[in-house]
């Protein structure tokens, strides 16, 4: 098909602006109505490059339709590069017989987080583990920029903090409580630590429907 | 239960409710909560790697590459915009520095950078058809190509799409204006 339009270019023989037109078919425009222009309701050159635009353009359209979906693995890579790279790396040391087990904060973090989501009323939740009172910054965390292998030993005791986003109607506080039992017990229960406190940060209120 | 944000950004880029939870926890170290912003914004940012790149595996890498950055600028970012919109100008300007570093170590002979018309015949139909229309907007320069596929693959406003390209409004709407003439004209030369 041979569409190129008569005239300057930029305006077809019959005067309308050829870009109104390209912008029309690319955003996909409604047509205009005939009220507001009454010039491209009855004018063939306009009707003309409209359907020409059109079938150029479809096959832009489809493509942008395409739906597209970044690979499984792309988050899997990402976040074994995340985790090797030096911040909030701290572990708790439970001691037994036969050696002692490190656990990462992130450990403590999933755990938090999926045992306050297993409260009915918590809709969303996020956890954040950190070492008990009487511990110096250097002795949780170590310097910045140190490897992972080179952090401080956080003792056998966890504070919590989790922030939640809670479904509307509930009442907080007695929400915040079974979350606090909830962690407590499922930290207990996955890692052998001791949780000293349960802070809870009610962050966000949703619909639950 | 999933751990799904409810939304995205609000209107003016900044982010509100979970979403800004979730942005102050990464940015204060928390993998858990980079994971779940990862998790809603990779497949946008994905897609516009897809649409300023060579194909899926150039794309996969820049957004890798775009994530890793992300985490390690996180403590750097103000959240002047939204995590999401961060997160794709971190990506166009990893896709613009790829093509920079590309054509610098591998010239091409002048008729090369672009790719052959593909004949009527080859155009007439489905993935051809569509592989035509992929390999015409690879021919637009980056600036074009850039805005072209904010505005019209993103979905983005102007107004957005200036904020991501970090120019002003009028600028990006010449830019994308340019680029669907050039991009038309380049499919009524090849159909």
């Known amino acids: 098909m041979n569409g190129v339009p008569e005239g300057d270019g930029d305006r077809l023989v019959c005067g309308a602006a050829y870009d109104d037109l390209v912008a029309q078919v690319a955003d996909r425009r409604a047509p205009e109505s005939p009220a507001a222009h009454p010039h491209l309701a009855g004018c063939v050159h306009c009707a003309a490059a409209l359907a020409e635009l059109q079938t150029l353009w479809a096959p832009v359209h489809d493509l942008a339709r395409e739906p597209v979906r970044a690979p499984a693995d792309v988050l899997t890579s990402v976040m074994a590069r995340v985790r090797e790279l030096p911040r909030q790396s701290w572990y708790a040391v439970v001691p037994g017989e036969r050696g002692e087990t490190r656990i990462a904060a992130r450990v403590v973090a999933a755990v938090a987080r999926l045992a306050a989501e297993e409260v009915p009323a918590v809709m969303l939740a996020l956890g954040r583990g950190r070492t008990g009172a009487g511990m110096t910054a250097e002795q949780v965390a170590g310097r910045p920029g140190r490897p992972a292998t080179e952090v401080g030993v956080a003792g056998t005791h966890v504070v919590v903090d989790v922030q939640v986003a809670v479904a509307l109607g509930s009442r907080l506080e007695s929400v915040a409580d079974r979350v606090r039992t909830q962690i407590a017990r499922r930290v207990a229960e996955h890692t052998g630590l001791t949780t000293q406190a349960v802070n809870v940060v009610v962050a966000d209120v949703t619909d639950p429907r | ?191």
């Open chain 2, 1 to 191: 239960m999933s751990p799904t944000p409810s939304h995205a950004e609000s209107s003016n880029g900044h982010e509100s409710g979970w979403q800004a939870v979730l942005l102050a926890a990464a940015r204060a170290g928390d993998e858990g909560a980079f994971e779940v912003l990862v998790r809603a914004h990779q497949e946008r940012a994905y897609g516009v790697a897809l649409r300023l790149t060579d194909g899926p595996q150039d794309a996969q890498d820049v957004l890798q590459e775009s994530l890793v950055q992300a985490w390690t600028a996180l403590p750097g970012f103000r959240g002047e915009a939204g995590f999401g919109t961060w997160l794709v100008r971190i990506v166009i300007n990893r896709c613009h520095n790829q093509r920079r570093s590309w054509r610098a170590t591998q010239p091409l002979p002048e008729d090369a950078t672009l790719p052959a018309a593909p004949g009527a015949e080859a155009v007439v139909v489905g993935q051809q058809h569509r592989d035509a229309v992929a390999r015409a907007i690879a021919t637009l320069p980056f600036d074009q190509r850039a805005a072209l596929v904010l505005h019209t693959f993103d979905g983005c406003t102007h107004a957005e799409t200036a904020r991501i390209l970090g120019t002003s409004e009028g600028a990006a709407k010449v830019r994308v204006h340019r680029a669907r003439r050039a991009l038309t004209e380049r499919l009524r030369e090849w159909g």
